[in-house]
């Protein structure tokens, strides 16, 4: 083999390599977001939760306060 046919495989690898590079980053930024609106969802279907029980617990002692 010559040398210059060594360093063009050389190039040709580093290339290669960066192409996957790039492509593994792109893969992983597009799986953040997901991740993001995942926690999101589920901080807000907690938030649901808490005022569906502050709504009942109104309710509930709406009785106790017309009594008053």
Do not use: H, Y
Not at 15 to 34: F, Q, W, Y
């Amino acid at each position: 083999m010559n040398l210059w046919t060594m360093i063009v495989m050389i190039v040709a690898i580093c290339v290669i390599g960066d192409i996957i590079k790039l492509r593994n980053k792109k893969l992983n930024d597009m799986e953040k977001p997901a991740s993001e609106a995942s926690n999101l969802l589920t901080r807000l279907m907690k938030r649901i939760e808490n005022l569906e029980t502050i709504v009942l617990e109104k309710e509930r002692t709406k009785q106790f306060d017309e009594l008053r």
